[in-house]
């Protein structure tokens, strides 16, 4: 079997959350959700709402798109703590990193979410579920937050099964067991059907996977047109859309682990020139400039500040970068407790703009 008919589809467990719970273990137990910032400013649960939400949380049914409004009835000890999209942002780039180690190629299609084609090397399920089972080992001891992946011949089929088994899950569905897989489910599991299409469903009498695979094509495409032809091959496990390399990183990061850690800002920031260098070398193989830098400071107790601020105009310039970066650095290092050492520098830049060589100025090329 060759290796690009397995797709695997990875999905962090609870993603802002966990990242929020893995610094602040006391909270580990607790119903955590993750607002916007705006509703901390103003304190005023009728403008919040979930972006996501703990399994504790999830417990009381809170989920993502609820307004705070209502989760408080649900759950009135709920904790809401505030997006860190600079924190989160790193994380991804650091799974991202972790997953092209392992695989062929890495379709990145949300903040966490992936689909992956294997090395040619895999040739079974079996070795994916290995290789799966590597990615998440990794991923969970260098980040300390979970994934559940799902490992299937198509690319919905791989993302339905992701979700199967949350969180902490690997779901394997061979070409032989698809239609098994999917026949049970609700249509509102295919992904793109909505509440509307499941309704249109509804009245031709479809209620599972199952019932869409066998349902008559001419009144599906009557009431749905292409879409639900589409949907229809789903449900017979026949998608053809292929995983295609994300084409162009919207961020670029790199960090730097320090030995032995330290709280001396000289020696962080020291640490920080090797970062900013290899950072600048991916920026010049790409050939593009940044607007935005971000700082991410990892301490020994693991937790984590972060700092990103934004200039007026795209560079690429080496000494700009490494300068701002220092600058930033002494920033988070003087609003933090001056015993807590630093274990691991990341610096990103972001809000990037391709260009051609051309325009380039001489010190991008330093
Ligand atoms: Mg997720």
């Given at each position: 079997m060759a290796a690009d008919k397995i797709i695997m589809h990875i999905d962090m467990d609870s993603f802002f959350a966990s990242v929020e719970i893995r610094d602040k273990p006391?909270?580990?137990?607790k119903p955590v959700v993750v607002c916007s910032k705006t509703f901390h400013l103003?304190?005023?649960?009728?403008?919040g709402v979930i972006s996501a939400a703990s399994y504790p949380a999830r417990k009381f049914g809170l989920h993502s798109a609820m307004p705070l409004s209502e989760a408080v009835k649900l759950c009135p000890d709920v904790i809401c703590l505030p997006m860190n999209n600079t924190l989160y942002r790193q994380v991804s780039d650091n799974v991202i990193k972790i997953i092209q180690k392992h695989v062929k190629t890495v379709q990145k299609v949300s903040i966490d979410e992936a689909y992956v084609l294997f090395k040619d090397?895999?040739?079974?399920y079996e070795d994916a579920a290995d290789c799966a089972l590597k990615i998440k080992e990794e991923i969970k001891a260098t980040e300390r937050i979970t994934c559940s992946v799902g490992i299937a011949p198509t690319k919905s089929a791989a993302k339905i099964a992701s979700g199967f088994?949350?969180?902490?899950g690997i779901t394997v569905v061979r070409p032989n067991e698809i239609k098994d897989f999917l026949a049970?489910?609700?249509?509102?599991?295919?992904?793109?059907?909505?509440k509307k299409t499941a309704e249109t469903f509804d009245l031709l009498g479809i209620q599972t996977v199952g019932d869409l695979a066998k349902a008559d094509k001419r009144r599906i495409y009557e009431k749905l047109g292409k879409h639900g032809m589409n949907f229809q091959d789903v449900a017979n496990g026949l998608d053809t859309t292929q995983v295609m390399?994300?084409?162009?990183?919207k961020s670029i990061s790199r960090f730097h682990s320090l030995?032995?850690?330290?709280?001396?800002p000289a020696a962080v920031k020291l640490g920080s020139e090797s970062v900013c260098e290899e950072v600048h070398s991916i920026l010049m193989q790409k050939k593009m400039y940044f607007k935005t830098i971000s700082i991410g400071l990892r301490y020994s107790d693991f937790t984590t500040a972060t700092k990103s601020r934004s200039h007026t105009v795209h560079t690429a310039d080496i000494f700009f970068l490494k300068r701002h970066a220092q600058d930033m650095i002494d920033e988070l290092m003087a609003n933090t407790d001056s015993k807590k050492k630093v274990r691991q520098i990341n610096i990103g830049v972001s809000n990037l703009k391709k260009t051609d060589a051309g325009q380039m100025q001489l010190t991008d090329f330093f």
């Open positions: 006391e909270l580990k137990e103003h304190m005023d649960t009728s403008k090397n895999v040739i079974s088994q949350k969180p902490d049970p489910l609700p249509v509102t599991k295919i992904p793109g059907v909505g390399e994300t084409a162009d990183a030995s032995p850690y330290t709280n001396d």
